[in-house]
T-cell receptor, first 106, second 113 residues
Framework: KNEVEQSPQNLTAQEGEFITINCSYS?????LHWLQQHPGGGIVSLFM???GKKKHGRLIATINIQEKHSSLHITASHPRDSAVYIC????????FGTGTRLQVFP | GAGVSQSPSNKVTEKGKDVELRCDPI?????LYWYRQSLGQGLEFLIY????????KSGLPSDRFSAERTGGSVSTLTIQRTQQEDSAVYLC???????????FGPGTRLTVL
């Protein structure tokens, strides 16, 4: 059965801190998506990756295919980064993790 | 350009009624997906359309759920004889092609009383 597990469930940080959210996935999943959902807001795709590392602004996503593990890093976190971050595995039929609720305090 | 749009944004219905939810994907996107987000189940895949291929319906929870995509563009998700457990936010996403980044719509919040 394809599965995606995400940790931590909840994360609080002070503004400026470096943040890491982890995602492990099972055999059969060949691509990983990172999504962001603000409270009451829609879902925004941050990254889709199947190998290596991608960077966009202060966000960095990495994936280790051998270990079936991906991480999302946020550098110099800011209160506006407060949101739920969701990893999802798959090419088309996404299998979602349970999400990480991030709160960044000033 | 315009993103994925969904209508209605909110729908309240009585148990047993049928509902139709609409998705307008980004123009030119060949892949279209339906998901739902509920408190108890999180996000889950429902159905996927790619071009003119037969849709992948493997995520539909029961035969009360169906979806169609007309002319390779607009899609409608229909729920017949709604039940309270159908209450959720129904999300549509589109992608330029299969296996690419997905762009999500704002969702339709369905409440079944």
């Amino acid at each position: 059965k394809n599965e995606v597990e995400q940790s931590p469930q909840n994360l609080t940080a002070q503004e400026g801190e470096f943040i890491t959210i982890n995602c492990s996935y099972s055999v059969g999943i060949s691509a990983l998506h990172w999504l962001q959902q603000h409270p009451g807001g829609g879902i925004v795709s941050l990254f889709m990756l199947s190998s290596g590392k991608k960077k966009h602004g202060r966000l960095i996503a990495t994936i280790n295919i051998q270990e079936k593990h991906s991480s999302l890093h946020i550098t110099a976190s800011h209160p506006r980064d407060s949101a739920v971050y969701i990893c999802a595995g798959g090419i088309d039929k996404l299998i979602f993790g349970t999400g990480t609720r991030l709160q960044v305090f000033p | 350009g315009a993103g994925v749009s969904q209508s209605p944004s909110n729908k309240v219905t009585e148990k047993g009624k049928d509902v139709e939810l609409r998705c307008d994907p980004i123009s030119g996107h060949t892949a279209l997906y339906w998901y739902r987000q509920s408190l108890g189940q999180g996000l889950e895949f429902l159905i996927y359309f790619q071009g003119n291929s037969a849709p992948d319906k493997s995520g539909l929870p029961s035969d009360r759920f169906s979806a169609e995509r007309t002319g390779g563009s607009v899609s409608t998700l229909t729920i017949q004889r709604t039940q309270q457990e159908d209450s959720a936010v129904y999300l549509c996403a589109s992608s330029p092609d299969r296996g690419r980044e997905q762009f999500f719509g704002p969702g339709t919040r369905l409440t079944v009383l």
